[in-house]
């Protein structure tokens, strides 16, 4: 093992490989180079000019394009820890973050991995192990099963159907080792279970190796709240405050914030408290979030755990005033919790402060998210009081279709929730990308929506607000028609009204015409 610094005012290690790329890489980068530490950049063949590789003291390649040939090579990534005499691994969020293999790989080749253990991970990273695990140490979960559901024994079909009429409907079907929303399906009827546990099984074996799903209620409306948490080895841990990720489609985080609203001090101390009993059962240590489904007067049911740094990290520092991946650092290296966490703690029931984060991704909102890789022509990030930009892009780079869209997390942060939301709006309209479409639109839309002023939130925000209803959507369609229409070379101009009867009887410009200018100018790159 690595060896193990005690004295706070030393760098946790001499040097870091850092097993991620994009945004998150460059993250991590910062704080090594804050705590005065080497850094070890891995790419793929599309990211050998990236930011991250530029950032680092040394990188090394280790495949193609494709996650499976690069960045999910587990094998390679820790030869090339080894090789480069890296004493620690951080796996940032997603990919290998939390696989329980790699985590292991690391500690086997005797370096400190950067985040909790291959046990808690494995204990963990089971959704039916960490909901047995939760329901043991007396925390609520969400309604369902808590052992597999037999999708290969037509015998126990009467079983499985009788469990799930007392679970009631509309009930989830949900991969054990899934998350993202992959391998999980919606049943409102009972005659369509067994089709949704084959498909949920199939899509899950597929995506994860891991064809094992379960049965679970589903909670409507609700919430989405998140508790982050710090742990050492020695059995310090603590709840440094709460998040709420409501907005979300098809389960994909969209918007996040710090503290979540509307929680009173009680409820805050009753989550936190709940979610360190369920980190405690498994042993947990360093970063990692306990995830619950909140219906109100102060009932909160465990989802999930995710042993990893979150990808909305920033707002809870926001708040807090802690650099989390320090902490990370610091944990790995075997040192206690920092004075700094135990206070954050201290003060997580009445949290001074309110910061937001939206996911500016590579993607088309008005065309269901559906990704949009490309390349950036002029690519204008926001500033000024109150505004955090995590980034690891430039004008000119091209976007890659392999890899998650997500492009930078703009975070603004204010006294209150009113002056958070207010320097938000602004800091979006100070955005400038082109060359690809973005969830900007999407983001701009929600800021300035009543619904999510008022803080009335939901898991089912998107698809009232957002997605909406049949005739929201076919208004949609003639406003990006009219702005496709524009943009064709010699089309009669709407700015002037010639030709094409683009002006009424009275020499006006119909209403829909002006929607599919602002369609065009708000969704489509310029």
């Known amino acids: 093992m690595a060896s193990l610094r005690k004295d706070s005012s030393r760098r946790p290690f001499d040097r870091v490989l850092v097993a991620n790329r994009g945004e998150i890489a460059l993250r991590i980068i910062r704080a090594c180079r804050d705590l005065g530490m080497e850094v070890v950049a891995v790419y793929s063949d599309a990211d050998a000019d990236a930011m991250h590789v530029r950032a680092a003291d040394d990188a090394i390649r280790i495949g193609t394009a494709p996650p499976g040939e690069s960045y999910l090579r587990g094998e390679a990534i820790v030869e090339a820890a080894v090789a480069s005499h890296a004493q620690a691994v951080h796996p940032g969020y997603g990919f290998l973050a939390e696989r329980a293999t790699f985590a292991r790989l690391v500690e086997d080749a005797g370096l400190a991995f950067v985040g909790p253990s291959s046990a808690a991970i494995a204990a963990l990273g089971d959704k039916l192990s960490a909901r047995r695990a939760a329901s043991a140490a007396g925390v609520p979960v969400v309604a369902g099963t808590l052992e597999p559901a037999a999708v290969d024994a037509p015998d126990q079909v009467p079983a499985l159907v009788a469990e799930a009429e007392a679970i009631g409907f509309p ?67 603590v709840a440094i405050g709460e998040r709420d990720c409501s907005i979300q489609r098809r389960h994909q985080k969209l918007i996040e914030e710090c503290p979540a609203p509307g929680l009173t001090a009680d409820e805050r101390v009753h989550v936190h408290d709940l979610a360190v009993r369920a980190a405690r059962s498994v042993g947990l240590s360093n970063a990692a979030t306990a995830e619950f489904l909140y219906e109100g007067d102060g009932r909160f049911s465990f989802l999930e755990v995710n042993a990893r740094l979150q990808v909305e990290h920033g707002v809870t520092e926001l708040v807090t005033g802690l650099d989390l991946v320090v902490e990370q650092f610091r944990l790995a290296a075997g040192e206690p919790l920092s004075a700094e966490a135990v206070a954050a703690a201290q003060a997580a029931a009445t949290p001074a402060g309110h910061a937001i984060e939206v996911r500016i991704s590579a993607e088309d909102p008005s065309r269901a998210f559906i990704p949009a890789p490309g390349r950036v022509g002029r690519w204008a990030m926001p500033s000024g009081p109150g505004i955090r930009v995590d980034a690891a892009i430039e004008a000119g780079e091209r976007v890659p279709p392999d890899y998650d869209p997500l492009i930078a997390k703009i975070m603004a942060h204010g006294r209150d929730r009113p002056e958070a939301i207010a320097r938000l709006r602004r800091a979006l309209g100070e955005v400038e990308v082109t060359g690809i479409q973005t969830t900007l639109p999407f983001h701009r839309a929600v800021v300035a929506d009543p619904q999510f002023a008022a803080g009335r939130l939901s898991t089912e925000w998107v698809g009232e607000r957002w997605d909406g209803a049949a005739d929201r959507r076919e208004r949609l369609e003639l406003a990006q028609l009219a702005a496709g229409l524009a943009l064709i070379d010699g089309w009669p101009s709407l700015e002037d009204g010639s030709g094409g009867r683009t002006t009424g009887a009275d020499g006006q410009r119909p209403d829909w015409r002006r929607a599919g200018r602002e369609a065009m100018l708000e969704r489509w790159p310029r």
Do not use: C, N, W
């Open 171 to 237: 009930l989830l079907v949900k991969a054990s080792a899934g998350g993202g929303g992959r391998g999980m399906r919606r049943v409102e009827r009972v005659v369509d279970l067994p089709a949704a546990l084959a498909a949920a099984s199939a899509e899950a074996s597929s995506t994860f190796g891991d064809g094992t799903v379960y049965l679970e209620r589903e909670v409507r409306p609700a919430r989405h709240v998140e508790v982050q948490l710090l742990g050492d080895i020695h059995g310090g841990l």
